[in-house]
């Protein structure tokens, strides 16, 4: 008799496995795919995502494989977790609200990859920088924690603070605007308008970076005037 009872059971899964089927997939079948909540998960932030000049990479992490939720019998749902995103990592609440309702939180990373300025090569204490110094390359800017630049022009004429190594992230800790004007010392006026262009001597009374507007004193007339720094020793003045 019992020999009989196992030629059934042996007839049994034989059939299953002519099927297709399998012991391990009918254990799947009323079991949440991990893909499917990941899934969730990307394309919430997906939707909080705004698009701009930057290229946005989304890695989901990956569930613990022994985690098994029972397959939800409505769409799933998406919530921000409490403590939200932060520097591109954080994690999103992913919830079934059917008859059998579970929640979990979903480990992820958002890259924001953007076309940055970084030093081509070494860059030394006190140099000021030119073009060749320069180059734009796509780096991960979500971890960025001071203002970076994304034109080489706006870094063209700043003066590093310290020294930079090759390929380093050039940022407004790092720069200054280097001093063209120092206050005390002799100018050159340049007066523009109305077809008008003279140049005079002058005094500076502060010191100035390219684009500062500062006070100067007129050597010829005495008269004090303010005008924008434009270059090394030259302060020019709009009529």
């Known amino acids: 008799m019992h ?50 000049a930057s290229r946005t990479e989304i890695s989901v992490g990956n569930l613990d494989s022994r985690l098994k939720l029972h397959r939800c019998d409505q769409p799933l749902e998406t919530y921000d977790s409490p403590n939200g995103l932060s520097r591109g990592r954080g994690v999103v609440g992913v919830r079934c609200s059917g008859s059998k309702p579970w929640k979990i939180y ?37 971890s960025l924690h001071k203002a970076y630049f994304t034109r080489i022009q706006d870094v063209v004429g700043l003066r590093s603070k310290r020294s930079v190594s090759g390929g380093k992230t050039l940022h407004a800790g790092l720069l200054q605007r280097a001093q063209l004007i120092k206050r005390g010392n002799q100018v050159e006026i340049v007066a523009q308008g109305a077809g008008l262009h003279v140049r005079m001597k002058g005094k500076a009374l502060a010191d100035g970076s390219r684009g500062d507007r500062i006070r100067v004193k007129n050597l010829n007339s005495g008269r004090v005037i303010t005008g924008t720094v434009t270059e090394r020793g030259v302060i020019q003045v709009v009529n």
Not at 11 to 32: D, H, K, N, P
Not at 133 to 141: A, G
Request: charged fraction near 25%; glycine fraction near 6%; include cysteine.
């Open 3 to 52: 020999t009989s009872r196992r030629k059934t059971d042996a007839a049994y899964l034989a059939l299953l496995c002519i099927g297709g089927l399998s012991l391990s997939a009918m254990a799947e079948e009323g079991v949440q795919s991990h893909a499917s909540i990941r899934d969730a998960a990307r394309q919430h932030v997906r939707g909080l995502t705004a698009p701009d």
């Open 106 to 142: 979903v480990p992820l990373k958002i890259a924001r990859l953007e076309n940055v300025v970084v030093s081509r090569r070494p860059i030394v204490r006190g140099q000021t920088l030119q073009s060749g110094d320069l180059v734009l390359r796509e780096v991960d800017t979500s």
